[in-house]
Structures are given as structure tokens and as C-alpha cells.
């Protein structure tokens, strides 16, 4: 949830989830703030690479440490670790930007129930000691998961910041490439990440048909849990327009032996509940998923701000087989 969820302006959060779990599967209960900076600094060149690394509005300033990165980008990748001047740059800006940060929710003072890490000791040799929470997550099966959904994440929001393709996700959402099971951006189908990896943190990890995890040993599906043949059944709203049924609201990632098991069976009532909840979490995370569900609500003439409307607009979905 703290990389799930929380407006974000820059990937930095990304970053240090990634650095955090790495310490953390060694089962190191502490490491020193200079250790840390150094996947943390890599990561974040090595996707600067690839896309932009903040929002595209304003100008950075010379020591703000995405000028740092980008300067020092070159010479850390060609040595495979950072730079001097960007390891500084690092120590200096995580512990007051994104590691204050970090646990923080959606909403005034929301935050996550743990805390992962905590900073000790002096300016220039701070400690980072890890939680037991984090040694758990990071040492659980679900650790590779998570990875999934972090790598995801973090795909979705820096293609957001992206000039071109991140104006028409921010305004149109996404779409879902059911072939490779890719969500991808509107206009150019440009893969953006995979659907499973984008969607199951929202479900909590959880088979949408049997509500067990899903471990990474389990063999995966995305399941249309309305049916897809059920699509020309469907007219909703005035204009006859179908129910878009290979939309994101609509599928959800399950075991691939509860998925063969249901076939072209209606969800349950549980199943419902289970996507309408799947549905209003999405609604917590920034732009684009939460986009594209709002605007699955309004073109069906759902309200997209009201709360539980996923609720209702499952039932109504159902009410019309
Ligand atoms: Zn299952």
C-alpha cells in the first residue's frame, strides 16, 4: 500500500521500496544510510534511462538530486555504481525527502499501520535499521509479488510523466491488451505494464474466484469475471452502447485452476463484492487505473466520485443478464 497508493509527483518512493526490500531479504536487521543510497541512486538511473523521473511541470534546480542523477548518469552506469557526487547527493536528500515520506497514504496524515524502517545516528553516519515487518515481507513468499507490483508501479507513474503518452493516460486511462495481457496507453498501444502486476496488490494478493493467495508457484489467470460472452448481452446506458467487458473493471487476476474450474459461469455474489472493493481500492491509487475506472462509471452513467458506487454498479452490471 505505501507504493500502491499516495499521489505521486516523482519515483522516488519506487526506488527506496526496491533498495528497502533488498536489504531486507539478506535478513539485515540495519544498514548504513551510504549502503542504501547506492541500489537506490542505481535504480533511479537506470530508469531515468528509460523515462522521465518527475512530473513535467517545472524546472529543477541545479542541486535538486534529479539534476544530480541526470548529470551523474552516464559515468554511474559505465562504473555500475554511483558516482561521488551523486552517492552524496543521495545521502544527503533521502532522509529528508523520501524517506519522510514513505509510509504516507492517500489523505491529510494517512499513513501505513507499520513502520518499515527507522533513521538513526549522526549526519554522516546514519543508520537505517529495518523493521521486523519489512524482514517479514521481504523474506515471505509473497516478496516476488511484490517486487511485481512495485517494477509495475513504477512503469505506470513514469509513463504518466511522460510527454505524449502521458497526456492521454492521465486523460483517457488505459487499455487492456488482452493477447499479451499488457495494459497499455490509448493511443499508441504502448505496453505499460502487465495486468496481473498492475492489479493484484489491489485484491490484497488474493484470487478473486477462491480468495487464497496467490503465490509465485501458482499458475496465474486474468479472468473476465463477467464473462466475456456474456458482452453481447449487455446494453447499458441510453445509447446502446456494450458494456465494455476487457476492461481493467472487469478483470482480475486469479488461480489458473479456479479460473479453468469456473468457465462461462456468472460471479458469485462474493465474487462481486471481491471486485467491487478490488475496484474502490484502485479508486485510492493516482492516475491512470483510477482514470480508466472513472471513466468506466461515467460512461455508463455511474457517479465517479460517489463512495461504493463500485457496489452498485457491479449489481447493476448483473442486474441486467
Ligand atoms: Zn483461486
Known amino acids: ?26 535478513g539485515r536487521s540495519e544498514i548504513l544510510l551510504r549502503d542504501l543510497a547506492v541500489p537506490y541512486a542505481m535504480e533511479l538511473v537506470r530508469h531515468l534511462g528509460q523515462a522521465p523521473q518527475v512530473s513535467q511541470k517545472g524546472e529543477l534546480g ?4 534529479l539534476s544530480v542523477a541526470e548529470r551523474e ?26 524517506m519522510q515520506k514513505f509510509h504516507n497514504l492517500r489523505g ?35 516478496a516476488a509479488t511484490l517486487r511485481g507490483e512495485l517494477s509495475a508501479r513504477w512503469s505506470i507513474v513514469e509513463t504518466s510523466f511522460a510527454i505524449g503518452i502521458g497526456q492521454s493516460l492521465i486523460r483517457e486511462g488505459v487499455v487492456v ?24 496488490g489491489f485484491q490484497r494478493g488474493l484470487c478473486l474466484i477462491c480468495a487464497e493467495s496467490i503465490t509465485p508457484n501458482d499458475d496465474i489467470a486474468v479472468d473476465h469475471v463477467f464473462p466475456y460472452s456474456f458482452m453481447r448481452l449487455l446494453r447499458s446506458g441510453d445509447q446502446d452502447t ?3 467487458l476487457d476492461a481493467v473493471w472487469n478483470l482480475a487476476p486469479t488461480h489458473a485452476r479456479c479460473n479453468g ?34 471513466l468506466t ?7 465517479s466520485t460517489r463512495p461504493g458506487e463500485w457496489h452498485r454498479f457491479i449489481q447493476h452490471v448483473h442486474d441486467l443478464l
Request: proline share 5%; glycine share 4%.
Open 177 to 200: 491488451d488482452l493477447t499479451t495481457l499488457q495494459i497499455t496507453d490509448r493511443q499508441r498501444r504502448r505496453s505499460v505494464a502487465g495486468v496481473t502486476d498492475a492489479v493484484i
Open 242 to 244: 456494450p458494456l465494455d
Open 62 to 65: 541545479e542541486k535538486d538530486f
Open 297 to 303: 462509471l461515467k460512461h455508463n452513467k455511474h457517479s
Open 73 to 98: 548518469a552516464a559515468e554511474s552506469l559505465r562504473l555500475g555504481s554511483p558516482t561521488e557526487e551523486l552517492l552524496a547527493a543521495a545521502i544527503d536528500s533521502m532522509p529528508r525527502m523520501v
Open 261 to 294: 474450474q469456473k468457465s462461462n459461469r456468472p460471479p458469485t455474489r462474493e465474487e462481486m463484492t471481491r471486485l467491487a472493493q478490488r475496484n474502490e481500492a484502485i479508486m485510492q491509487s493516482p492516475v491512470p487505473l483510477k482514470k480508466t475506472l472513472e
Open 108 to 142: 491529510e496524515g494517512a499513513e501505513v499501520p507499520h513502520r518499515f524502517y527507522e533513521v538513526t545516528g549522526r549526519s554522516h553516519e546514519r543508520v537505517v535499521r529495518l523493521s521486523k515487518e519489512l524482514r517479514d515481507i521481504a523474506g515471505s513468499e509473497q
Open 1 to 26: 500500500m505505501a507504493v500502491l497508493i499516495g499521489a505521486n509527483s516523482r519515483t522516488y518512493k519506487f526506488a527506496l521500496g526496491s533498495a528497502l526490500l533488498d536489504a531486507a531479504a539478506e
